[in-house]
């Protein structure tokens, strides 16, 4: 059984290009979280996806983007890149959204120069 | 204020000894969920336990154990008979009210087990 995968795993990126990030959930599952986690912190969440919309966002600027496609795989779009965004970007599923768990992927690392 | 508070940036512990590590939540909801997770070095968080808030028992996974004492708003977790694979970082994290679906972390502890 699958898990969380995340693609790509690593990315280099110029400041002011676009990033888009990909995960496919976990078998079952149908809805898709994305967070950023900055070097040393704890990851924030950025918003939800579920029935192909975006159910909650959390306080992220609207360079963020995503996308859920009906195969529940979800992409995660950032607009004009700025250094500080710069982090670990993970994707997490679950069923229905809330619950007991949330599975997450192993993150894509971006780093803007 | 901080939603999510663990007190302890790094602990150490001898291999086969019990650690306790700290979360204090704050939150105005009365119905909420309190997760701990584990964070290799790979990157992927590992889901751990869960309580809610409406649990009457401690809930226990194997070795861990989350120690949720409410009035006093803590979620500790306890990893019994650490073992050397223990040794990450670790996050608490609280989903609150019924119509929130995002999980809000604390800053996490890196847990050192030590042969």
């Known amino acids: 059984d699958a898990g969380v995968t995340q693609s790509p795993t690593h990315l280099i990126k110029t400041r002011g290009q676009q990033v888009t990030l990909r995960c496919s959930p976990k078998?079952?599952?149908?809805?898709v979280s994305w967070y950023q986690q900055a070097l040393g912190q704890g990851p924030q969440f950025i918003f939800q996806y579920y029935e192909e919309e975006e159910r909650q966002r959390g306080n992220f600027p609207d360079r963020f983007s995503g996308h859920q496609f009906p195969n529940y795989s979800s992409e995660l779009n950032v607009n004009a890149l700025l250094l500080g965004d710069s982090a670990l970007y993970l994707c997490a599923s679950s069923l229905g959204g809330g619950g007991t768990e949330a599975f997450f992927g192993q993150g894509t690392r971006l780093t803007v120069v | 204020a901080q939603k999510i508070t663990q007190t302890q940036p790094g602990m150490f512990v001898q291999e086969k000894e019990a650690v306790t590590l700290d979360c204090t939540y704050d939150t105005s909801d009365q119905s909420y969920g309190l997760f701990w997770y584990k964070q290799p070095s790979s990157g992927e968080m590992i889901f751990l336990i869960y309580?809610?808030?409406?649990?009457?028992q401690n809930a226990t996974e194997g070795r861990y154990s989350l120690n949720f004492q409410k009035a006093r708003k803590s979620a500790n977790l306890v990893i019994s008979a650490s073992q050397l694979g223990d040794s990450a970082m670790y996050f608490c994290?609280?989903?609150?009210?019924?119509?929130?679906?995002?999980?809000?972390f604390g800053k996490g502890t890196k847990l050192s087990v030590i042969p």
């Open positions: 078998s079952g599952h149908d809805t």
């Open positions: 994290a609280m989903r609150e009210g019924l119509r929130s679906y995002q999980l809000t």
């Open positions: 309580q809610g808030s409406y649990d009457e």
